[in-house]
């Protein structure tokens, strides 16, 4: 059974992805820091799969820490998830998310290299295109100047890669550019689980629905869009946790010295009031939303062309929209109860 390490795999996509490994027959590590996650995802994995997966609490800027679980463990591949993610803070706090996401990048190909694993797939984004002037957008859709330092730092990372292949490297790297994961594990066992105040759209609207929050504020109505509210491709992370096992198992079969990336999305898009309504309609809840004035860093709209992922990994989006407001919504009325 091949290992496979999963950097910030405590939180919301690397912990469905265990569950999408252990699936497919290969044996999870993660290691994460719970900046952003609760250990709580842990027990929630174990009772999905069936046993505990095994976690190391390491920070990835950590050299010897994240050494250490490479000398204690036999990896087959890398799933590098570990970032920071909030649009809006990285427009507050640029050096935190610079030296964070950068950094741990390069301590981890560095210990990828040290200890001879080639194979890494890198959680990229879609904040890469910026505002791309033609939609759908294509892996080779030409990258516009980020619109936030979070999105800079995604383009920093692949352009390390890039590089990184250029010179000659010994490794294997994909990099998966994905849009707007939502959704939940359909047992409701794990799901997005925010710290504090979220900064993703479905966790407030599950928030609010459930008497968490007292309103909803939609960041602008007056966007180039059918109802002025942005669009975005929104995949449910089930989805994305199985684009990435199917991306390793497409590096384990290429030569040496090997880059390619994908888009992961539905290739549809959909409005923020679009989303909302799709929740009240599968919930049979009425959202408190308002609209507020738009939010800095903010794209207006971008979805995806899937065509590639599609004919080289085989790989197609199952879920629609409705089921992931659906099994969001189940995950906030099972941490209701706990």
């Known amino acids: 059974m ?8 405590a939180g919301y996509i690397g912990s469905h992805t265990a569950v999408a490994l252990v699936n497919s027959g290969y044996e999870p590590v993660i290691i994460d820091n719970f900046s952003n996650s609760e250990k709580s995802a842990l027990a929630g994995l174990s009772k999905i ?10 920070d990835c800027l950590d050299r010897s820490g994240v050494e250490k679980v490479f000398l204690e463990n036999d990896f087959s591949g890398v799933i590098h998830f570990a970032a920071f993610k909030a649009v809006g803070e990285s427009t507050r706090l640029p050096l935190k998310y610079y030296s964070n996401n950068i950094d741990s990048l390069l301590i981890l190909l560095g210990t990828m290299s040290k200890f001879g694993v080639k194979d890494i797939v890198f959680s990229s984004s879609c904040t890469v295109y910026g505002q791309p002037e033609i939609l759908p957008v294509k892996e080779s859709t030409p990258r516009q100047p ?3 330092p979070y999105g800079n730092t995604k383009k920093i990372c692949e352009d390390i890669l890039v590089d990184y292949i250029k010179s000659g490297a010994d490794s294997r790297i994909v ?5 707007n994961p939502v959704g ?6 794990i799901g997005e689980l925010p710290l504090g105040v979220p900064n993703n759209l479905v966790p407030f609207i599950t928030q609010t629905a459930a008497g ?12 180039n869009t059918p109802d002025g509210t942005c669009v975005r491709d929104y995949i449910h992370v089930m989805d ?3 684009a990435h096992v199917k991306s390793l198992e497409y590096l384990f079969q290429q030569k040496n010295n090997f880059y390619d990336l994908f888009n992961v999305g539905t290739g549809n898009g959909n409005t923020v009031l679009e989303v909302i309504k799709t929740f009240e309609k599968v919930s049979g809840q009425a959202l408190n939303y308002e609209i507020g004035p738009r939010r800095e860093g903010d794209i207006e709209k971008v979805w995806a062309d899937t065509e590639k992922i599609n004919k080289v990994l085989g790989w197609d989006a199952k879920y629609l929209l409705e089921d992931s407001m659906r099994d969001s919504w189940n995950w906030q009325l099972k941490l209701g109860k706990q």
């Open 212 to 223: 968490l929050r007292v309103k909803l504020t939609v960041f602008g109505d007056k966007y």
């Open 240 to 242: 994305l946790a199985d």
């Open 2 to 9: 091949k290992k496979i390490l999963i950097t910030g795999g």
């Open 184 to 189: 939940a594990h359909p047992s409701g066992e």
């Open 175 to 179: 990099s998966l550019r994905y849009f």
């Open 49 to 58: 799969c069936g046993r505990e997966v095994k976690c190391y609490e390491v």
């Open 146 to 148: 980020a619109e936030s």
